[in-house]
């Protein structure tokens, strides 16, 4: 195959600069580490059912990951502990030699998609307030996100009006195989809290909903349900855009994590195409699909598809927007994109500036 | 852009079972009393709602009738408007929503012997995919070998969405088979409605329904690679039809991205995704999705083969007004291809003259 080379120049000059990563995700030492933020009946429960969500393991994937915790196998804190669990650990492997001014904390596996939907509201909140105390406390540089139980849209909007006004918080933190799509009106209530708090709405990859990856049932390998997360975020974008989510919430800013983006065009494309013919159905609608999503929809990098020649890429931004494309890396997971290699693309020094670091100021308003 | 090559070859056209009335002459006592005894409603599937602006072009609608019903309005406003020399039938009546086996068998042969009788017969410009029972893939091995004999089902022909992701073992049989008659698969839109259209529930919309077709296009093109049917069936060519394909250079991106860092997992596929596609996959040219300008040569550029895209109007669905079934500025030799050589290397049995 004719595999074109990165260009490195452009990469090397890039960590030199601040930069912005958009997902980076904490770990908890152990399960204890949220008891100070657990009350006594849910740290029993946790104890005695453990953590169930619409899987069949107790823990563990059905999908065993490609990497021992999906982590680099570098990332393992020298002192023990989970990949991502050492702050300390965590400077001195990414956030210093990669320059990272403002990271974004994304917490998996913290209660949401949980079946007990009480526990799921008291576990998102125990690990909130972890964030806070363990590491935005900490290090000025990260910012927290919020996580809600969303299949309980209004319990939900209630944790994001407690956080309202917090300047650990950067966001709303949902996942994105939830239990219907995202754009249904069981979810408005979240939209409505985020959009009168001023946070974005980040969907980050992966959850709980108990459906199968496809529309057409159960796949077989871990890559499939990796690459089938791209698709999901078709579809949940799809639906938000299509119930009306965007017109009724305009102020509504989304962020879509670690689903990749050159799929976003293609999906634009289609929306407009179909909306043009079967408009009649959709009345509530006022614009094209592509206007919703140019206006209101962020989209961070990780993992960075990769053509061949990479210049394709090139097209890929313009038929996104330059302003709405976010740097991520996803440390410490396996598929971690470095800052200096996994955009090795002709980048002007402002086009890099913006990816790497200004749109994500503007979009978790921290320009300034 | 309009067309009228003389010797292009429509590849996804779509007569219609006009009811489960039609069928009597071809279904066996057992079912024929079915129908009356249990007061079976049509098959009409809600993948393609009847009146839907999708599901007919206003002016291909017949009067009081569903479209693609008339074989003289068909060849009137398919074949002849665009000059083809063939057209490959895709019936979509919707046989692979049952659940009982034995009954779609019985009904995928009736639609099967439906469309030799009473639209092949009628027209020699038109060729068939043969309808099967997915839900049994032995029993779809059958209706294969039973139509194959007839050398004008040229494909067989599946549903994007169904039991079970269609790269799984359980369906070899049914490549096995096509493999072996020089069949492509091809894969059409729909679904059998056996999970919701999408990875994340149902929606609400027809709108998303429509919407959540490519989506599951692609989550097939990765189960197929990804489980190495390519690698067991290698003269096997697949085409997705009604698919959209200006997704597809993102989607092998992302693709052979992870089968770089993940193909340990799956040894058989030990080529990079790409090229499986350029060698096995095909897709049908409607519906486009792009907006006008340059984006469609710039998609072009991102696929980087001219041998994937097979001319299809798509007819009666509505996906393009007037006569403007390519996209504008397409080079000479690009539409040849399109209209008349990459349908002929794709289906084999369009190159000799049909023997009944």
Same mark, same amino acid.
């Given at each position: ?10 990469? =090397? ?40 969500? %619409? ?11 490609? =990497? ?40 998996? %596996? ?30 000025? $540089? ?53 959009? %009168?708090?001023?946070? &974005? ?48 919430? &305009? ?42 999503? $140019? ?45 200096? $290699? ?27 | ?64 009738? @569903?479209? /693609? ?10 074949? #002849? ?35 030799? *009788?009473?639209?092949?017969?009628? +027209? ?21 070998? *039973?139509?194959? @004999? ?11 969405? !169904?039991?079970?992701?269609? !790269? ?10 096509? +493999?072996?008659? /020089?069949?492509?698969? /091809?894969?059409?839109?729909?679904? /059998? ?5 999408? !990875? ?36 096997? @060519? ?55 300008? #340059? ?10 083969? #001219? ?44 190159? @000799?003259?049909?023997?009944?």
């Amino acid at each position: 195959m004719n595999v074109q080379v990165a260009v490195r120049e452009a990469g =090397q000059q890039a960590v030199a600069q601040a930069i912005a990563d958009c997902d980076i995700h904490p770990y908890p030492k152990s399960p204890k580490a949220l008891y100070p933020f657990l009350e006594r009946r849910w740290q029993r429960h946790l104890e005695t059912y453990g953590l169930r969500t %619409r899987q069949g393991y107790e823990s563990g994937p059905a999908y065993p990951k490609g =990497q021992p915790e999906a982590a680099r196998r570098d990332a393992f804190p020298p002192g023990g502990g989970k990949p991502g669990s050492d702050l300390d650990f965590m400077r001195k492997q990414h956030l210093d030699p990669n320059h990272v001014a403002l990271g974004i904390l994304n917490p998996l %596996r913290s209660g949401q998609g949980l079946q007990n939907g009480d526990f799921a509201h008291a576990y998102c909140r125990a690990v909130n307030d972890w964030q806070v105390a363990e590491w935005t406390g900490k290090e000025p $540089r990260l910012k927290a996100s919020v996580l809600v139980h969303y299949e309980d849209g209004p319990g939900a909007a209630a944790e994001i009006e407690r956080r309202a006004g917090d300047a650990n918080f950067a966001q709303v933190l949902l996942l994105s195989r939830t239990a219907e799509p995202l754009g249904q009106r069981r979810y408005w209530p979240i939209y409505a809290a985020a959009e %009168r708090a001023n946070l &974005p709405v980040g969907v980050h990859a992966f959850g709980y909903g108990g459906y199968p990856v496809t529309g057409a049932g159960w796949p077989s390998y871990y890559i499939e349900e990796m690459v089938g997360h791209s698709q999901c975020c078709q579809s949940l974008l799809t639906s938000m855009v299509i119930e009306g989510v965007f017109e009724h919430f &305009p102020r509504l800013r989304v962020v879509l994590i670690e689903a990749g983006f050159a799929w976003l065009p293609a999906l634009k494309w289609r929306l407009d195409k179909i909306w043009g013919r079967l408009r009649d159905e959709t009345p509530h609608l006022k614009r094209p699909p592509s206007e919703y999503i $140019r206006e209101q929809v962020w989209i961070t990098t990780q993992p960075v598809e990769e053509p061949e020649p990479r210049k394709h890429l090139l097209d890929t931004i313009e038929w996104i927007g330059w302003d709405r494309l976010l740097f991520a890396t996803d440390y410490p997971h396996w598929d971690f994109d470095d800052p200096a $290699r996994a955009l090795p693309l002709p980048f002007t020094d402002a086009q890099h500036r913006r990816v790497f670091l200004d749109n994500a100021r503007t979009v978790y308003g921290l320009a300034g | 852009m309009s067309v009228r090559a003389p010797e292009s070859i429509d590849c996804d056209i779509h007569p219609a079972v006009p009811g489960l009335q039609a069928l009597l002459p071809y279904l066996d006592d057992h079912w024929r009393e079915t129908i009356v005894q249990r007061g079976m409603h049509e098959f009409s599937s809600i993948a393609y709602p009847e009146n839907a602006p999708i599901t007919a072009r206003p002016d291909f609608r017949v009067n009081g009738g @569903k479209a /693609g019903t008339d074989l003289d309005q068909l060849r009137d406003q398919a074949l #002849d408007r665009f000059g083809s020399r063939l057209a490959i039938c895709n019936c979509l009546y919707g046989v692979q929503l049952l659940f009982s086996e034995d009954m779609a068998a019985g009904f995928a042969r009736a639609v099967n012997d439906y469309m030799a *009788r009473e639209w092949l017969d009628r +027209e020699p410009r038109l060729r068939a995919s043969i309808v099967v029972p997915v839900q049994n893939p032995e029993m779809a091995a059958d209706e294969i070998e *039973r139509c194959a @004999k007839d050398r004008r089902f040229v494909q067989v022909l599946m549903l994007v969405m !169904g039991d079970m992701p269609l !790269g799984r073992r359980i369906y070899w049989p049914i490549y096995a088979a096509a +493999e072996r008659h /020089g069949l492509p698969i /091809g894969i059409h839109a729909g679904s /059998g409605y056996r999970h919701p259209v999408t !990875g994340v529930g149902w929606p609400s919309y027809y709108t998303e329904d429509y919407a959540a077709q490519a989506v599951a296009f692609q989550s097939q093109l990765t189960s197929l690679i990804c489980e190495g049917v390519f690698s067991k069936f290698p003269e096997l @060519k697949v085409v997705l039809m009604e698919s959209g394909f200006t997704w597809l250079p993102a989607h092998l991106w992302r693709l052979t991205k992870y089968w770089r860092g993940l193909r340990t997992e799956i040894p058989w596929t030990d080529v990079a995704p790409i090229e499986i596609v350029r060698r096995n996959v095909r897709f049908t040219l409607q519906p486009i999705d792009a907006p006008p300008g #340059d984006t469609f040569a710039r998609i072009l550029d991102h696929i980087g083969c #001219d041998e994937l895209l097979l001319f299809s109007t798509d007819y009666p669905h509505w996906q393009f007004d007037g006569d403007a079934a390519l996209p504008e500025a397409l080079p000479g030799d690009l539409v040849r291809k399109i209209m008349i050589e990459n349908p002929q290397q794709t289906y084999p049995r369009l190159l @000799k003259e049909a023997v009944r």
